[in-house]
């Protein structure tokens, strides 16, 4: 097909526009890298020399090793708990009418507008009422009501798109609801489960404004850390850390993508 | 044979949460109306004291301020998002879309802290911009980019784009090139096409993302706590500084009550002024 002219500059101005914005997101991480590598403590570009020794402060300072151990254990555990809790309810709110259904949901799905830091207070202050410790199972039950309605939405489309008939056939022969749950539900909808817990895992992970109210010296997860680092500290430790960060993420992204199609998962993808 | 298998032991887990999730909120009313007992973590009486304090121009300013930053955060992050959207979902090239994907995806993964101190060595006065602008001679001296609005906005925008991008991507993907064939087949430009039918039909994903992009910002602290540095108060950077300066626990309930009521009513007034708009795009 023949464009015209003004068809053709607009398809470019388009491009032009779509690479600028590009360069807009790209910015901050390749700025980061570049100082990342610079060996004095006092940012400058470009660079006079150049050096690994961030990296190796940023693997050698403990509070980095604790806080991402800490972040894994609440992580993990706040996932799980809310893959459980999370597709369980998804499952009852799709199949049944019951008492405070729509109330419930509307409880658990709160969090998605509530923000973080009233979440995070009012778990501190609900623990120093209780005369709760500030340990880790604070910070998970932060985090399991901060990711459940992730969960929730993605258990829930993977109900939607899941063939009743084939839990019918297995009730028509006999089994019983558990065996149907266990041999027939759950290794469908494993695909969108997996991918809920995947989701919630990396939010849990990265979760800062919460868990800097409801963490405390001994459960800081990284991000904590990093913060609390980028207060006492100007040197570039931090931009070797977000470097090591950046790279894991995109290369993990990069690999979901290729294995499960990102933009299936993101729902993105042209119809 | 029970007609709803599971029902009690599906239900009754997010039941518990919901009730903690509902004592942790509680927790924070039953603060805010208590009177402040400086020195201790313990309340006082029963005191209406802290909202009255939110009525003093400091925290006046602050709520103004935050909507204000989040209102210019949604615009020009739905500015540079939609392109980049449409880009990400219309290309015929592979390649492109992951990159694209990818690209806008990554940050989203990051977390706050990540991308804001990124930000932090983009903007100081030694930062990139700064050297990059005084090197190419468009500038003589430094120009303040850190501790100022703009460049919390800046950030911010970096911050929400991902979650934007999926959003309208999403919108996107999910309307009939059939209606733009039949507009190109009776000769409308494809500026003309866009305005009529790319944009209205787009319409509902510009209002989640719009909506989502506001209450992150609005929740969002470590951006406005580092780059601002103090010098741009927020209701969270407030927030916190009472809580964990001050220990003033009751009134940083209060004011986090507020911050809930705001950014709901924020919410559900675009949700109100979006629906015609999506009625019309929905009629289409």
Aim: glycine residues 6%; charged residues 10%; proline residues 5%.
């Amino acid at each position: 097909m023949k464009r015209s002219p003004a068809a053709t500059t607009l398809r470019w101005l388009g491009r032009v526009l779509v690479a600028l914005i590009l360069l807009f997101v790209l910015l901050p991480g390749v700025v980061v890298a570049i100082s990342a590598f610079n060996d004095r403590a006092i940012l400058a570009f470009p660079p006079q020399a150049w050096s690994l020794r961030w990296f190796w402060r940023a693997f050698s300072y403990t509070d980095f090793g604790k806080g991402f151990w800490n972040g894994l254990t609440v992580t993990v555990w706040a996932s799980s708990i809310a893959l459980m809790v999370g597709s369980a309810f998804a499952y009852a709110i799709h199949r049944y009418k019951f008492a405070l259904r729509d109330l419930l949901e509307g409880i658990l799905l709160s969090p998605l507008i509530i923000p973080h830091y009233t979440i995070g207070l009012g778990v501190l202050i609900l623990a120093s009422q209780t005369n709760t410790a500030r340990g880790f199972p604070l910070v998970i039950f932060a985090h399991v009501v901060m990711v459940l309605p992730f969960v929730m939405r993605s258990a829930y489309i993977s109900l939607q798109n899941l063939d009743t008939r084939l839990e019918l056939a297995a009730s028509s022969l006999g089994a019983t609801p558990l065996r149907i749950l266990f041999t027939v539900t759950i290794p469908l909808l494993l695909p969108g489960l997996l991918s809920g817990w995947l989701f919630a895992a990396i939010l849990s992970f990265n979760e800062f404004t919460a868990t800097l109210f409801v963490s405390s010296q001994a459960t800081q997860t990284l991000p904590v850390a990093m913060y609390n680092y980028v207060r006492e500290f100007a040197d570039p430790t931090l931009a070797a850390l977000s470097v090591i960060y950046i790279v894991v993420t995109a290369a993990l992204l990069t690999i979901a993508n290729s294995v499960l199609g990102l933009g299936k998962i993101l729902n993105v993808d042209a119809h | 044979m029970n007609k709803r298998p599971f029902l009690g032991w599906f239900v009754s887990p997010a039941g518990l949460v919901a009730v903690g999730l509902i004592a942790a909120l509680l927790a924070v009313f039953q603060y805010s109306v208590r009177a402040y007992v400086p020195g201790s973590l313990d309340v006082g009486d029963f005191t209406l004291q802290n909202f009255a304090a939110m009525l003093r121009p400091l925290y006046a300013f602050a709520f103004g301020n935050t909507v204000l930053l989040c209102f210019e955060t949604a615009v020009f992050t739905l500015l540079l998002a939609y392109p980049l959207a449409y880009a990400l979902v219309r290309t015929n090239s592979s390649a492109l879309r992951s990159f694209i994907l990818i690209v806008s995806v990554t940050p989203l993964f990051l977390g706050e802290v990540v991308r804001t101190y990124s930000w932090m060595i983009v903007l100081g006065n030694n930062g990139f911009l700064n050297t990059l602008l005084i090197k190419l001679g468009l500038l003589e001296r430094p120009v303040q980019m850190m501790f100022t609005a703009g460049g919390v906005v800046a950030a911010l925008v970096h911050v929400t784009m991902p979650i934007m991008v999926i959003m309208l991507a999403a919108a996107l993907s999910h309307i009939d090139r059939n209606y733009e064939k039949a507009a190109e087949s009776l000769g409308a430009g494809p500026v003309r096409i866009f305005f009529t039918i790319t944009l209205p039909l787009s319409m509902p994903g510009i209002v989640a993302g719009f909506s989502t992009a506001f209450a992150w910002t609005f929740s969002a602290f470590a951006t406005p706590q580092l780059i601002g540095g103090g010098r741009v108060s927020t209701v969270s950077t407030l927030i916190y500084q009472l809580g964990f300066s001050s220990f003033n626990f009751p009134f940083a309930a209060s004011l986090s009550l507020i911050g809930l009521a705001l950014s709901l009513a924020v919410i559900a007034l675009l949700k109100k002024a979006a629906s015609p708009l999506e009625r019309m795009a929905g009629s289409t």
